[in-house]
T-cell receptor, first 112, second 109 residues
Framework: GAGVSQSPSNKVTEKGKDVELRCDPISGHTALYWYRQSLGQGLEFLIYFQGNSAPDKSGLPSDRFSAERTGGSVSTLTIQRTQQEDSAVYLC??????????FGPGTRLTVL | TQLLEQSPQFLSIQEGENLTVYCNSSSVFSSLQWYRQEPGEGPVLLVTVVTGGEVKKLKRLTFQFGDARKDSSLHITAAQTGDTGLYLCGGWGTYKYIFGTGTRLKVLA
């Protein structure tokens, strides 16, 4: 596609359920990034992939969060046993190496 | 921990006024970037500053990188309603990309 796409655009879930967020980067972009944006916390870096590898996973907020990237393309961010504080907009971006990041529109997650 | 603090946090001005947004850190960054984000969208890159003391102009926007590469500023001349949005600075830390705390600008007609 022409830009970064994310799905779903909105997700409402109940506390304790697992959710999976998907990111389709721009074709050919080797780097992929996940961020979380909430009113109280600003734009928070979660993890990035260079190819299929994530050099550092310490940005993930807790062990309930995991991310993977396969085939150097699509990435999924999984949140297990969701909590209300997980409610936020989850943004994905991709770039060619460490160049300009192009962002998707985000997934708005609401945990009831 | 590398942090980027922006000021002011909120700014509401009349169309035609000038404004400056600041991005400060106690850490040295090899480069800093400025973004603008509109509601429902991801941030869009405006500029990258790399060299200490560098000044870059993008139409009515002027970006400056501090000599010590610890701070940056964004100056908007004759603001327009279309400049309304969230302005973010950002830069690479160790294995993570750091965004500033953000400045929410509203330009009134």
């Amino acid at each position: 596609g022409a830009g970064v796409s994310q799905s779903p655009s909105n997700k409402v879930t109940e506390k304790g359920k697992d959710v999976e967020l998907r990111c389709d980067p721009i074709s050919g972009h080797t780097a992929l990034y996940w961020y979380r944006q909430s009113l109280g916390q600003g734009l928070e870096f979660l993890i990035y992939f260079q190819g299929n590898s994530a050099p550092d996973k310490s940005g993930l907020p807790s062990d309930r969060f995991s991310a993977e990237r396969t085939g150097g393309s699509v990435s999924t961010l999984t949140i297990q046993r969701t909590q209300q504080e997980d409610s936020a907009v989850y943004l994905c971006a991709s770039s060619a190496e460490y160049n300009e990041q192009f962002f998707g529109p985000g997934t708005r997650l609401t945990v009831l | 921990t590398q942090l980027l603090e922006q000021s002011p946090q909120f700014l509401s001005i009349q169309e035609g006024e000038n404004l400056t947004v600041y991005c400060n850190s106690s850490s040295v960054f090899s480069s800093l970037q400025w973004y603008r984000q509109e509601p429902g969208e991801g941030p869009v890159l405006l500029v990258t500053v790399v060299t200490g003391g560098e000044v870059k102009k993008l139409k009515r926007l002027t970006f400056q990188f501090g000599d010590a590469r610890k701070d940056s500023s964004l100056h908007i001349t004759a603001a327009q309603t279309g400049d309304t949005g969230l302005y973010l600075c950002g830069g690479w830390g160790t294995y993570k990309y750091i965004f500033g705390t953000g400045t929410r600008l509203k330009v009134l007609a």
